[in-house]
């Protein structure tokens, strides 16, 4: 019978191939989808999350070990589809209008996908329109903003309003280096985290 704590720790160490068999030993064997993700992939990634806050870790192990488990998870994905696995949140994700950096936001698209969360990303340079068109095409409940420009940060306060404007009733999450509690507390934003591993403790707390 598969460990499923040799699966966790195959993501911790970022070994998407043992990861990657291990998934499918499992599944083979019969062991439940739900189980292989939660005691397996999502296990290993709060570990990442914890030692990444703790700064025990880096930005490059916690980008291959979400490597390793979108591997494991593109085979995992249609047995939860069978199971009928639910995502615990389902969110909206972009860098806003004008910034084009995305390696914060993929790492948090990436920590909140190895949380149970279903991601929809919508990529750098996000104008609010495009914002206000995918909310109502996804239903989501949770928009995650990202900015790493002071010049591109006030977009947020202006996407903020366009959601409102538009009856946008999601709960809205703000990051990146220039972003900080007092500025969110300011435009309004539900929540706000500095890292990827805490955007995960405040997307659960906020879905
Ligand atoms: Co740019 N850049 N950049 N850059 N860049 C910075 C941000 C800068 C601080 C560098 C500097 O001057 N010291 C500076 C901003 C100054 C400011 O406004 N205060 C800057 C500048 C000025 C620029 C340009 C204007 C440069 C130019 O062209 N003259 C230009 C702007 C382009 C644009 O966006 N329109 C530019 C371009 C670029 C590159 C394209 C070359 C590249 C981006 C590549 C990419 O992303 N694909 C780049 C990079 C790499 C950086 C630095 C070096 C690194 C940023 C990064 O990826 N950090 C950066 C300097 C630095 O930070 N040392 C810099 C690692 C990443 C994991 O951290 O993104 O902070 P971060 O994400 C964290 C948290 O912030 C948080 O979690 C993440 C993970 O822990 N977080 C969230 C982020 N989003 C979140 C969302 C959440 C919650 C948490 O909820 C939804």
Redesign the pocket.
């Known amino acids: 019978m598969t460990d499923l704590k040799t699966l966790a720790e195959a993501i911790i160490k970022g070994d998407q191939n043992t990861a990657v068999e291990i998934t499918r030993a499992a599944i083979d064997e019969g062991t439940a989808a739900e189980s292989v993700l939660n005691d397996g992939l999502i296990a290993g990634m709060d570990i990442i999350g914890s030692r990444?806050k703790k700064n025990e870790i880096y930005?490059p192990e916690v980008l291959i070990a979400a490597r390793a488990m979108k591997m494991a998870m593109e085979i995992l994905e249609p047995e939860l589809v069978k199971a009928g696995v639910k995502p615990i949140g389902k969110l909206l994700?972009g860098t806003v209008q004008?910034?084009?950096?995305?390696?914060?936001?993929n790492?948090?698209a990436m920590m909140l996908k190895g949380a149970g969360f279903e991601v929809v990303d919508l990529g750098?340079?996000v104008p609010p329109e495009k914002f206000i068109e995918r909310a109502r095409a996804t239903d989501v409940g949770l928009i995650?903003?990202?900015?790493?420009?002071?010049?591109?940060m006030v977009g947020m306060e202006k996407t903020l309003e366009a959601l409102r404007d538009a009856g946008i009733s999601a709960k809205v999450?703000?990051?990146?280096?220039?972003?900080t509690q007092g500025y969110a507390d300011k435009i309004g934003a539900d929540?706000?985290?500095?890292?990827?591993?805490?955007?995960v403790d405040?997307a659960k707390r906020l879905a």
């Open positions: 990444f930005v994700i004008g910034d084009l950096h995305d390696i914060g936001k790492l948090v750098v340079d995650g903003m990202s900015a790493l420009l002071t010049t591109t999450m703000i990051g990146g280096a220039p972003v929540g706000y985290a500095t890292d990827a591993a805490s955007a405040v």
